[in-house]
């Protein structure tokens, strides 16, 4: 009879016969082996459960400012989109007149020029094809979420402020004017173009405000909404973010801080 001899010392096995390869009982102790290998190994649940919690905590605290990030580039990317669509336009409008309608701020100035602004107005709208067009009323008839007026948002800004000035200056942009007055246009990617309402008769001008993912939050400016101007001179007219009625809400950015980022 062939005789076996095991030891399970310290949790190990030998035989004196080590070619013996397929013997139930080496693969018993082999098992045996393993399993006591694993569990002096293994991570307690303790342990698994302090691992999740730090990774649940390094979660929480990184995953709002990728948010943010990736936000900030979408909004990036749509106002590129809009400045794009609009300063194409306005190159479409020089080719089909070969010359570009007085409307606009003169360069290096805040003095305008404004006799052509109604024949400019419907010649962007023709080009444009807005779904949507709300001549007053924006607000009651849909075109528009509620916006606050240069009025509200320097208010808010500055509690202490004398909005007069501002609202003389800027009309057009006071949230009365915007939410019942201006004239208002929604493409069919629902960007929203707002027109500022001049003291004369064309009921358009050389500044408009833009909001570059239309009814998507948050509808505030220095966020999705900025005022933009037409400025230029007769052998250029270009899209413009410097100087006439700007506004940001607390955390904004104005116009240009916009454009500058954009184009780094």
Same mark, same amino acid.
């Given at each position: 009879?062939?005789?076996?001899?095991?030891?399970?010392?310290?949790?190990?096995?030998?035989?004196?016969?080590?070619?013996?390869?397929?013997?139930?009982?080496?693969?018993?102790?082999?098992?045996?082996?393993?399993?006591?290998?694993?569990?002096?190994?293994?991570?307690?649940?303790?342990?698994?459960?302090?691992?999740?919690?730090?990774?649940?905590?390094?979660?929480?605290?990184?995953?709002?400012?990728?948010?943010?990030?990736?936000?900030?580039?979408?909004?990036?990317?749509?106002?590129?989109?809009?400045?794009?669509?609009?300063?194409?336009?306005?190159?479409?409008?020089?080719?089909?007149?070969?010359?570009?309608?007085?409307?606009?701020?003169?360069?290096?100035?805040?003095?305008?020029?404004?006799?052509?602004?109604?024949?400019?107005?419907?010649?962007?709208?023709?080009?444009?094809?807005?779904?949507?067009?709300?001549?007053?009323?924006?607000?009651?008839?849909?075109?528009?979420?509620?916006?606050?007026?240069?009025?509200?948002?320097?208010?808010?800004?500055?509690?202490?402020?004398?909005?007069?000035?501002?609202?003389?200056?800027?009309?057009?942009?006071?949230?009365?004017?915007?939410?019942?007055?201006?004239?208002?246009?929604?493409? %069919?990617? $629902?960007?929203? +173009?707002?027109?500022?309402?001049? #003291?004369?008769?064309? *009921?358009?001008?050389? @500044?408009?405000?833009?909001?570059?993912?239309?009814?998507?939050?948050?509808? %505030?400016? $220095?966020?999705? +909404?900025?005022?933009?101007?037409? #400025?230029?001179?007769? *052998?250029?007219?270009? @899209?413009?973010?410097?100087?006439?009625?700007?506004?940001?809400?607390?955390?904004?950015?104005?116009?240009?801080?916009?454009?500058?980022?954009?184009?780094?």
């Amino acid at each position: 009879m062939i005789s076996l001899t095991f030891s399970q010392g310290g949790g190990g096995c030998s035989t004196k016969f080590p070619n013996l390869k397929n013997s139930s009982l080496l693969h018993s102790c082999s098992y045996k082996q393993n399993k006591l290998y694993f569990i002096q190994n293994a991570f307690t649940l303790a342990e698994v459960l302090i691992t999740l919690g730090i990774i649940g905590i390094i979660a929480a605290m990184t995953l709002p400012t990728v948010i943010n990030r990736a936000n900030e580039y979408i909004l990036k990317q749509q106002f590129k989109k809009v400045y794009n669509i609009l300063q194409n336009a306005q190159m479409r409008i020089y080719a089909d007149n070969e010359s570009y309608y007085n409307c606009y701020y003169i360069k290096d100035t805040t003095s305008t020029k404004s006799n052509d602004c109604q024949a400019m107005g419907e010649h962007l709208k023709k080009l444009l094809n807005p779904i949507s067009i709300c001549e007053d009323n924006a607000y009651s008839k849909g075109c528009i979420p509620k916006y606050k007026g240069i009025d509200t948002v320097e208010l808010e800004n500055n509690p202490d402020a004398d909005t007069e000035n501002t609202i003389r200056n800027c009309l057009g942009f006071t949230e009365e004017s915007i939410l019942n007055q201006d004239e208002t246009w929604v493409l %069919k990617d $629902g960007t929203i +173009i707002g027109w500022y309402k001049y #003291r004369y008769n064309s *009921k358009y001008g050389p @500044l408009i405000y833009v909001d570059i993912n239309g009814n998507k939050r948050p509808n %505030k400016w $220095g966020y999705d +909404i900025f005022p933009m101007i037409w #400025r230029g001179d007769e *052998k250029l007219v270009r @899209l413009d973010a410097n100087g006439v009625c700007t506004m940001a809400e607390k955390g904004g950015k104005s116009s240009k801080q916009m454009l500058e980022d954009v184009w780094k």
